[in-house]
Antibody, heavy 119, light 110 residues
Framework: QLKLQESGPGLVKPSETLSLTCTVS??????????WDWIRQPPGKGLEYIGT???????YYNPSLKSRVTISIDTSKNQFSLRLSSVTASDTAMYYC???????????WGQGAVVTVSS | QSALTQPPSASGSPGQSVTISCTGT?????????VSWYQQHPGKAPKLIIY???KRPSGVPDRFSGSKSGNTASLTVSGLQADDEANYYC??????????FGGGTKLTVL
């Protein structure tokens, strides 16, 4: 049974870089037909798509965040990571990693990681 | 402002049916049959309940059904149960690898 688990600092200072890692267990991150995504949810608000990384390493980012986002993959560790630079209070959110299938549905989600941006 | 428009709230009594709409454009909902719906209970991660407009993942009750007409997709929950009380989000492929979400609908079981 495939599981995803987010990890990383829960508190980031304004203007610094947020870094999170998603560890995939119970299956391979190189499985054909799946991509790996980051999605966030500000407190009390809806879901926002951040970006995708394909097992081959290519990426796609939400145009509204593209200038600040980097997603990378480490197939040897079965992990993928998110970096979001120059954060502000508006980046405070629950950050989820998720598997995206061939129909562009997010079929497996991590439990989420709370990240607060504050000095 | 979310790319897809959902009503902020919906409600129904146990046993009744309720339908939640998700309106986009021909660049997303209307252009592709890649609409998904997610159920999110408080403090929990979202759970996929509908994909490709009408399909249910294994284990999702057939009380949940999806449909689409033009630029609007809909989720219908039949035979409402107390545990159906949650937030529901739609999403759609929007071309060029992009995915957009709706703002979410809080479903209350009266």
């Amino acid at each position: 049974q495939l599981k995803l688990q987010e990890s990383g600092p829960g508190l980031v200072k304004p203007s610094e870089t947020l870094s999170l890692t998603c560890t995939v267990s119970g299956g391979s991150i190189t499985s054909i037909g799946y991509n790996w995504d980051w999605i966030r949810q500000p407190p009390g608000k809806g879901l926002e798509y951040i970006g995708t990384i394909y097992s081959g390493g290519s990426t796609y980012y939400n145009p509204s965040l593209k200038s600040r986002v980097t997603i990378s993959i480490d197939t040897s560790k079965n992990q993928f990571s998110l970096r979001l630079s120059s954060v502000t209070a508006s980046d405070t959110a629950m950050y989820y990693c998720a598997r995206r299938d061939a129909s562009d549905a997010f079929d497996i989600w991590g439990q989420g990681a709370v990240v607060t941006v504050s000095s | 402002q979310s790319a897809l428009t959902q009503p902020p709230s919906a409600s129904g009594s146990p046993g009744q049916s309720v339908t939640i709409s998700c309106t986009g454009t021909r660049s997303d909902v209307g252009g592709y049959n890649y609409v998904s719906w997610y159920q999110q209970h408080p403090g929990k991660a979202p759970k996929l309940i509908i994909y490709e407009v009408t399909k249910r993942p294994s284990g999702v009750p057939d009380r949940f059904s999806g449909s689409k007409s033009g630029n609007t997709a809909s989720l219908t929950v039949s035979g409402l149960q107390a545990d159906d009380e949650a937030n529901y989000y739609c999403s759609s492929y929007a071309g060029g690898n992009n995915v957009v979400f709706g703002g979410g609908t809080k479903l209350t079981v009266l």
